[in-house]
Structure formats: C-alpha cells, structure tokens
C-alpha cells in the first residue's frame, strides 16, 4: 500500500469555498465526466498536461529548440503549438523556459509526501475549525488513495470533506464516505437527456450514489453531512424547471443528514485555464447571472426544497449586474 | 463580541476637521530628497525636511511623505524668526542657545483654541524653521563618506519617554525635580550639569507660561461665548488647562490633555517619538473618575479619540504584559482601541500580542484592523520585542516595560535612547564593490568571494559607526532633547540630556538594513550561476547589470529564475540566514562611544522605494527602475507561492535576534470569506504569525486596482479617503509622493491565503 501514488494539479492553501472554516483543498486529476462548463479543464485528463501562458512568454523560442520529440512550433503570431500526439510531457520545455512561461499540470504525490504538506498547517486549519477538501476532477476515482491518507489524517483529528460528483463505483463510496466528515455532493441537470447533453453522462448513476451515500450514513450511524451543490449555468442549468425539480427530488430523498443546499452561480473566471492549455471553451462568453435572477432562483429552491436547512447562494462577484 | 460605536456629534465635528486638515496637505511631512530615503541623511539637514525657513528644502526637490505630520501648516513661515535668540545673538554649540531658542518660539507659538474641543493644543511651525542649527563640518564630511560605502543616519528624537514621570509629577514638580538636582550638582561644582539644568529650567518656565496662556484664552472663551454646547467645552478646557499648569493631572480629562501638551512641547521641534503603553498611563486616572461617577466608559472613549485626532500618527501601544508578565490588557485597552474604530482612517497604534493576551481583546484588536483595513492598530509580538530587548542585554527591569513606539520599532519607555530607524547600512552597495573585486581579481571561488562581501560589509559598517560617535560627541550642543529628557529615567538625575553619554541605561544604536532580500536573492543566484555552473564571468554580469541587462534579456530571466527568498525554499532561505546573520554579527562586534552596540532591524521606512534607480539593476535580476524589497519581505511579485510559503521564510529567521522587522501584507478584500468576522480571519493569521515568532504586521486590506484607478484619476473625490499603511506608517494614499504610489501598486494583493 505505501506505494501508492496520485496525480494532483493543485493543493489550495486555506481555501474558504470548499466546506467550514479555512481548508487545504487537494484538487485530483482525471474526471469521469465532461461537463460544457468545467472550471478545472487542467483536472480532465488523468495523466501530466502540458500549459503555455501566452502573457509570460517572451517568444524565445528555445522551447522549440529544445524539445527532443519537435513537438513544439510557433505560429507566425507568436502562438505556440504543440503536437499533443508527439508530446510526452518530458518537461525539457519546462526546465528550459527562461519566463516560467511552461508549466506541467499533474505531478505525482504519495500519501506520506501530502500527509506532510498538510500536517505542517495543522494550526492554521484547526484554529479556523476547517480542514481537508479531496477535490478534482473525480477524487472518488483514486479511492484507495484516499482512504489511506484519509486514515492518516483522521489519526489527527481532522475535518475532512470529499466534494464529488456522484460518477464513481460504489465501492469507492462504500470505502471512503465512512472516513468522511462532510459530503459535497454535486445535483447539476435532472433531466437526464440534458445531463448527458451538459456533462456526457446519464445522471442515473449520480441519484444511484446519492441514495448509497445517504444509506451509508445511516446504517453506519455516521455524522456526516451531506451538502449538495449546483452549478447554475446560463442557458442550461440554471432554469426554474431545473432547480424546482432538483428540489423536489431532494424532498424525497434528503434525509437530516442533508443540511445544505449551496447554488453556486456561474463565472468565467477560468477561461485563462484553457488558453494555457490550447483548449477552446464553449461558454467563453456566457453572461453571467444576474444578482435579481439568481435571487429568484433562491427563491424557486426554497420553495421547492423546505427540507433542507440550508440553502444559499454562492459566487456572486461585483461584477454580476445589479438589476 | 461586536461593538457598535458611532461618533456623537461633537468628535463628527473633531473628525472632519481633522480629514479636512489631511486631505488638503496641512498634515505633510518631507524629506530633503531620495538620499534621506535611502541613507536616512540628506546630506543638509540634520533630521527631516523643515517645512519652511532657510534649511527647508525647494518644493520641486523634497519628497512628500505623506500626512504624517504633527504639525498644521497654515502657508507661513514662522512671523518671528528674526527674534529667535540665535539668530540676534548668534548660534553657538550650547545648551543655553538651544533653551533660549525653545522658550522664545514657544512663547511666540499662538494659542489655538478650536471650537467643539475639550483636548486642545497644537503648532504650526516647528523649531527647525525658526532655528538654524548645524553639526560641525567635520561631522558633515563623516557623512558623505559613510554615504559612498552605503550608510547613513541622523540622531534625532525617535524614542519613547516615560509620560508616567510628568503624570505623577506635574510641570511643577518637573520643575522642582531640575532645582534640586542643580543643588546638588552646584554643590559638586559640576559646571556641566549646571549648565544643562539651567537650560531645562528655562525651557520648563517656557511650558508653564504656554499653558497658563492656554487657560487664559479658554476662559475669555467661556466668558464671550453664547452657543451653550461650546460655552461648556471652553470650560471644560479652560479649568483642565488652569489645574495642569504647575499641578500633576487629578482626573481623566486632565491627564489626557496634559498627555497632549506634553506631545506639542516635544513635536514641536520636529519628528517624532513614540508616546508608550497608553492603558497603563490612563487606567488609573479612569479608575478613580469612574469610581467617583465622574467619567463613563463612552466619554473616556470620546477624549481619546479626541487626543488622536488632535495629532492622527499618535504612537500609543495597548495590551502587553505587566511587570509580573501578566496579561496587562485592561479597561483602557479596550477604550484605546475603540477610540480608533470611532474614527477610522490614518492612525498608529499598535496592538501588543503575548501568548497569555486576553483572547478578546485580541480578536478585537483584530477585527479593527481588518474592517478599517489600513494598518491600525499595528500588530505587534510583545514576547519577541521584549526577548530581543534582553537579548542585546537590557535588565529584566528596563525591559517588561516595552512598547511599539514608532513606525517599525519598540522602545522600553524612559529607559533608552537610541537613534531607532534613523540609521541605514545599504547592504547591496558592499555587494557591488565585491562584485567589481571578484571581476578585477579574477576570483573564482564562492568561499572568495564570500570573504570579500564579508569585508566590504565591513568596511561599510566602520565608517557609519565613525558618523554615528562624531553625531553622539556634537549632538547633545547642537539639539539636545530637553523635553523628552523631562519625562526620562535619569537625565534630570545625571545632569545630562537624554542625547548625552550616561543619560539613560540603554543606549544602543539599530541600523536599518536596506535590501537584504535583494542581496539574498543575488548572492544565490552567483553563487549558483557564476561559483558553481560557471554559466557566467562576473565580468559578463557586471557588464549586464551596468546597462540595466539591456540585449541580455534572456541573461536576466536565468538571473531571474534562480529560487527566490520567499518560497519556502531552504537552500535559498539559507542564503537569507546566512547574509542576515553575517550583517548582524559584524553589527554587534561594533561600539558606539556610548558604550553600546549596534544592531541591526530589519525594516526600512521609505529607502526601497528611490534605491532602486539610485543603485542600478542587481543580479536577481531586478531591472533599475524596480524599487527594492520592502525590510526583510520577500521583494514585491517574487514571493509567487501563496502566504504560507512566504510567512514560513519570513520566519525561519529568527526575530529576537533583531530590533524589528515588520512583515508587510496586502489583502484584497474578496480575501474575506463572505459573512465571516473579519477579525477571525485577521486573528487566525496573526496569532500563528506570531506562534511562529514573527514581530510585526503592516496589514492592508485594499483592492490594488482601486489604487491605481485612483493614481489615474487623482482629482476624482471618490479616492480621497483612502489610507494606506505605507510601510510602519499609515498615509492617505493620494497625499503620499507618485514614487511611494508606484511602488504600493506593485505589491502582491493576496485574494486568499494561497497566492
């Protein structure tokens, strides 16, 4: 077991957005799904990516020299293409660049190596009552992973929370919901054709998971919460018909374990993630929600949901518009 | 705990007068010019910039600090100048010239009485206008010789007095204090210390007669006065001025206004100490007022904050411990720091953590800082400043006392003087001399080179030490310190002023050291590309650095792209340890003629900002128009890590083993998770900061962009507001000088704890 090894492209000091109090987010590469509106197109992909950031790039071109598999070329316009077929992520690009402009998206971490990034924190975290986030991509996926750091961790107390989006095998959630202290569990189309349209997938196996969940909590006679989030996204989830049926569906299912509903509103805060990584991104240019609207959506939540404690609203920034 | 405090009518009244006075530049402090920066001597006057009078600087040429001013300018020169003693009779290196000079400006600074006051008190014109003062040529040539090798220093009032001593004893028992201590110098026949109190006793008379006129004034006041709400501030002020003018203060009100009094006697001729452990000096007076259902938690409140708006850069500190080492937080802490959160804005307090501190008390403390969100209450480590303080070897008794007297600095209040950031060690000047040696040597091991930056440094920390012993034999003739010297432990007592040899117990000098994360990040980067890959010729680099890495754009991002102080990277960190241990050793070894060492703090007041034009482009690969690293943080965008990551270099020095070194920080506002206390978030940082052993924390809570909106618009009224904490002092960011500007807007604004 002590072999055992992830791919992460991020570990988020302090985040206040992934569950209570400050929290070290581990962000997991590799998804089982293929959502339009992805904010973490880097966390896709199971293995190492290549990124380019055009604002650091000085045009050098020693990257092109360099790379032992000519992989690389650059456009007339300083644009910077890579043969993905021929790129194997060596990293000479990477070491080479004299801007910092090449990064590798996934690096290999063990248990014991996280366990230690964490643990130096410890005050920081349990001060502000947080503690660990296992985020993605799918977490879920690299389960037995998780379960042995998850064990290490609970061996000192702390809070740890597995946000999820539902699509993993049952045994991953038979082996790691018992660790758990808190369940971020995303609900983000009910309409399964629309599902499959937004995220490449039936959501079947999602509202499967939810149910196993919930009954583990409850034949284990476990404390974890569950909180449920959704993505309202302009144009596909964020419809009344969406969130109302959502909601109903929670009246049925949600049992007291269910303690939050969060809507978390669109932005497009990522769109630097996918020129990084050459990709194109559908919703570029999507509006974002306005503060009037996404209040009424709240609204059709509450009303439909009454069960739940707590239902919010989260991801309002300035630039929202006012009406 | 939340606390709701709103300004009554009357302090709304004190607090727009007091915004007005800042906005409109009647609070502006100046330096001579980019040299006073950096080696914190302008190579012309021996302190800052006198507003107006024959050593003032052009208005083209000096720099505006900001409004950190005591003064209130009101567009003239001082009417009387041609009066002045020194300027009938002559200047002449004694401490009478000096007396007869104070008495004669104080006697001519006019009674200013404003309505809705109840604290009342202060000038328009500094001492340094009217009177011309100069150290000796040979001094001045000391200086520019320090200056070539990268040093620097003025010796001028930047300590704390004990305000304890004038409290208990009054103007009157001042007085009495300083004649029998000339008896019994009289009966020694010690000339000196005659001389010297005869001095004070002409300065103390001058005092006595300024607040006499101030009760005058405040009666005639009352008398004419019909308005029935101004007709009772008049009276309050005019019976506190009558009982306080030979007789120690018997009530809170009394105390406060005396407190303020003291501070116009004392920053009248120039800038500025520090004014210790407000709690401490007031708890008594308050307790007693209460006890007698004389005084209400809500109208001490009111007086204090009156007191700082008289003069908004008060140096005051709170909480701390007592001299059991007992939590020493009590009811005036509290009514401190809520005298703040009632006016907001440009203040400098500070706010005393120890491990013991009442949680509370602390979480507010906090909380302040982070809702009004420039810097006040600084929040500083008690355990650390009072173990560096016995570290350098002050007694247990000299030492609980403490408190954080100035922008980046701490004092043990009455017990010391000790020139705290005025003196300046340009530590990257050493660094480029050794450089020009490894070219023209042909050196080529690091061990070499090392041994000659070693030296270099060296050299550079002899001749400020020379400056410095020339300064200490001239200054006590030239500006001795007699106010000040009122409220000492000692100077009454040993005949001398506070400025002279054996006045105080404690007398060792702190240098500021500029450009020590500069110097780490290029030391590492030779060391690596020129010592050990042998990429580059020292020649090569020399060459890069001379046209500011002109056509060597890809030589600079190797230079660049080295590991950087900041990151949490042990072997560069090491490097930190190594130049900052290196520096203070050497700093240690050294003796001024006092007796003392010197020491170095890691901070800087404004020098980074003009260094980096002044001493070119560094091998870190720092263009020349790059301001330099503020103090010991990390330089501006290279700490690309997150907070953690930088606050855990920061910290791998250790902090007692310096006299200071603040750790600035920007946080944009979006920092703060939404419906969450700001004070927690505040707290949670600044306690595992100082759990680490971190000293001090200049925190902002500022959207950067809104900075630079308001650099592009400086008419638009919308930015008028904003305070900033500069470095260790806090300024209206559109007051402050476009280089000061510049280089805010280049710090990292943390949006979360991870980048």
């Known amino acids: 077991m002590n072999g055992q090894t992830a791919v992460l492209t991020e570990i988020r000091s302090l985040s206040a957005h992934d569950g209570p109090g400050l929290r070290i987010t581990l962000f997991f590469k590799g998804c089982s799904l293929k959502c339009k509106w992805c904010h973490n197109p880097e966390t896709i992909l199971s293995t190492p990516e290549l990124e380019w950031d055009e604002k650091s790039c000085i045009d050098c071109r020693i990257c092109e020299a360099n790379c032992p598999e000519k992989a690389i070329a650059f456009s007339e316009s300083k644009s910077y293409i890579i043969n993905k077929n021929k790129c194997t992520v060596c990293g000479t690009c990477v070491a080479t660049c004299p801007s910092k402009a090449l990064k590798i998206a996934g690096v290999s971490f063990t248990v014991n190596q996280l366990f230690d990034l964490i643990h130096r924190d410890e005050k920081f975290i ?75 997938a039936s959501n079947e196996l999602v509202h499967e998971n939810l ?113 | 705990m939340t606390i709701n405090i709103c300004r009554n009518r009357r302090i709304e009244k004190l607090h727009e007068r007091n915004l007005f006075l800042a906005q409109n530049h009647k609070r502006d402090l100046y330096v001579d010019n980019p040299e006073f920066l950096v080696y914190h001597w302008s190579g012309k006057a021996a302190a800052f910039s006198p507003a107006t009078g024959e050593t003032a600087s052009d208005a083209s040429e000096r720099i505006n600090c900001g409004d950190h001013n005591c003064r209130v300018d009101n567009s003239n020169p001082f009417p009387f100048v041609n009066g002045m003693p020194s300027k009938v009779n002559g200047f002449s290196y004694d401490v009478n010239n000096f007396a007869a000079d104070y008495a004669f400006f104080l006697d001519h600074t006019p009674v200013i009485i404003n309505p809705y006051e109840r604290i009342v008190g202060e000038f328009n014109w500094q001492l340094d206008e009217a009177r011309f003062f100069k150290y000796p040529d040979e001094n001045q040539k000391l200086g520019l010789e320090a200056r070539k090798l ?134 008594g007076f308050y307790k007693a007022d209460f006890n007698k259902k004389l005084m209400t938690h809500e109208y001490a409140r009111d007086l204090v904050a009156e007191l700082y708006l008289k003069y908004g850069g008060n140096y005051f500190s709170f909480g701390g411990r007592n001299q059991a080492l007992k939590d020493a937080t009590n009811e005036m802490s509290w009514i401190g720091i809520e005298a703040y959160d009632m006016c907001g804005g440009y203040n400098q307090l500070g706010a005393m953590w120890h491990s013991d501190v009442d949680k509370d008390f602390w979480n507010y403390a906090c909380d302040v800082v982070g809702r ?95 400056f410095k012993n020339n300064t200490y034999k001239w200054q006590h003739k030239v500006w001795p310190e007699i106010v000040t010297s009122f409220c000492m432990h000692g100077p009454i007592e040993n005949g001398r002023d506070v400025t002279d040899v054996r006045a105080v117990a404690n007398n060792y000098t702190s240098v500021n050291v500029l450009g020590v994360p500069n110097v780490v990040d290029s ?110 943080n990390p330089m501006h965008g290279r700490n690309t890590e997150g907070i953690l990551p930088t606050i ?27 419906g969450e206390k700001r004070g927690n978030t505040v707290e949670l940082f600044a306690t595992n900061f100082f759990e680490m052993g971190g000293v001090q924390i200049n925190l902002n809570v500022v959207d950067i962009n809104t900075l630079k909106k308001a650099m592009e618009n400086p008419e638009n009224p919308e930015y008028r507001n904003i305070v900033v904490k500069v470095t260790g002092y806090s300024a209206h960011f559109m007051v402050m000088d476009r280089k000061f500007q ?7 604004n943390y949006t979360s704890l991870i980048n």
Request: with cysteine; proline share 3%.
């Open chain 1, 126 to 200: 349990k001060r502000s009552n947080g503690g660990i986030t296992f985020s993605g991509g799918e977490p879920a996926l690299g389960y037995s992973f998780i379960a042995e750091l998850a064990q290490k961790l609970k061996a000192f107390d702390y809070h740890l929370a597995l946000d999820t989006c539902g699509m993993a095998p049952a045994k991953a959630y038979e082996t790691i919901v018992p660790l758990m202290d808190l369940i971020l569990y995303d609900l983000k189309e009910i309409n399964d054709e629309k599902h499959r349209q937004f995220t490449g």
């Open chain 1, 211 to 323: 149910s196993l969940i919930l009954k583990l909590i409850q034949q284990n006679n476990l404390k974890t919460e569950v909180w449920i989030r959704t993505p309202l996204i302009p144009a596909m989830t964020d419809t009344y018909e969406n969130i109302q049926a959502i909601g109903k569906f929670l009246s049925e299912k949600a049992d007291g374990s269910v303690q939050k509903w969060e809507l978390c509103t669109f932005n497009n805060l990522c769109i630097a993630k996918y020129r990084k990584l050459g990709k194109e991104w559908a919703l570029e240019h999507s509006d974002l929600l306005t503060t009037s609207y996404a209040a009424q959506l709240l609204k059709v939540a509450k009303l439909s949901a009454p069960i739940i404690p707590g239902i919010n609203l989260s991801g309002l920034t300035k630039t929202n518009r006012k009406t």
């Open chain 2, 150 to 283: 990268g040093a620097g220093g003025i010796s001028f009032t930047h300590t704390s007095p004990d305000l304890g001593i004038g409290l208990e004893l009054g103007w009157g028992g001042i007085l009495n204090k300083v004649q029998v201590n000339r008896v019994k110098f009289q009966k020694n026949d010690n000339q000196k210390s005659v001389e010297y109190l005869n001095a004070a006793e002409v300065v103390c008379n001058a005092i006595i007669r300024f607040i006499d006129r101030y009760a005058v004034e405040a009666d005639a006041l009352e008398r004419s006065e019909r308005d029935p709400e101004l007709k009772e501030s008049y009276g309050i002020v005019a019976r506190s001025c009558r009982n306080i003018i030979t007789q120690a203060p018997s009530s809170f009100v009394e105390a406060v206004q005396w407190i303020n009094f003291f501070q116009v006697f004392e920053r009248i001729i120039g800038h500025g100490n520090g004014y210790g452990r407000l709690d401490q000096l007031l708890i």
């Open chain 2, 372 to 466: 009004h969100g420039c810097g006040a209450p600084t929040l500083v480590n008690y355990d650390v400043m009072r173990a560096s303080e016995l570290r350098s070897g002050y007694s247990e008794e000299d030492s609980w006392n403490i408190a954080y007297s100035g922008c980046q600095w701490y004092c043990s209040v009455g017990k010391e003087y000790n020139d705290q950031d005025l003196n300046s060690l340009v530590l990257v000047q050493p660094m480029q001399r050794a450089m020009q040696h490894a070219a023209d040597f042909g050196l080529e091991k690091w061990d070499d080179f090392w041994a000659v930056y070693c030296n270099e440094v060296n050299k550079t920390a002899d001749v400020l030490v020379d």
């Open chain 2, 523 to 632: 030391m590492y980067a030779m060391k690596e590309l020129i010592f050990q890959q042998k990429k580059y010729t020292m020649l090569e680099l020399i060459g890069a650095i001379s046209t500011n890495w002109d056509k060597k754009e890809l030589m600079r991002r190797d230079f660049l792209n080295q590991p950087k102080f900041g990151n949490d990277i042990d072997s560069v960190d090491s490097m930190a340890l190594l130049i900052s241990k290196q520096v203070r050793e050497l700093l240690e070894s050294k003796h001024n003629i006092k007796g003392f060492h010197f020491r170095p703090s890691l901070f800087q007041f404004m020098g980074h900002t003009y260094a980096g034009v002044m001493l070119g482009a560094t091998p870190d690969g720092r263009k020349a128009e790059e301001p330099l690293a503020h103090g010991m």
């Open chain 2, 648 to 674: 855990r270099s920061f910290c791998k020095l250790n902090f007692t083993e310096y006299q200071g070194g603040s750790f600035q920080i920007e946080l944009h506002p979006s920092f703060f998770p939404d």
């Open chain 2, 742 to 748: 510049e280089e805010f807007v280049k710090r990292v």
